[in-house]
């Protein structure tokens, strides 16, 4: 199962870092499953994730981040891979 980057990056403080205030920062894994990496690529499926991301303080930081890193799987600001491979376009 995939997890979260908890660590600010090299240089940056926790206070500074983003990541301290996504909602999903203290999901519990083992009891609740991994909403944001479903197993099926369908909008279906991805739907539990994406719709704890837009209740997130910090969804457009980590949908900005996902974009610029290129991240290839899982659900982040709120959209699937394909959305944002067509935001990069």
Do not use: Y
């Not at 991301?53 to 799987?73: E, Q």
């Amino acid at each position: 199962m995939a997890s979260i980057t908890r660590q600010a990056p090299t240089g940056m403080s926790q206070e500074e870092d983003w990541r301290t205030k996504a909602l999903c920062k203290d999901w519990d894994f083992k009891k609740r499953g991994d909403p944001w990496h479903p197993k099926s690529e369908s909008q279906l499926a991805a739907m539990e994730g994406k719709n704890l991301c837009g209740g997130c303080p910090v969804r457009f930081d980590c949908l900005i981040d996902a974009v610029t890193s290129d991240t290839k799987h899982g659900i982040r600001g709120g959209a699937t891979p394909d959305e944002r491979r067509r935001l990069r376009k």
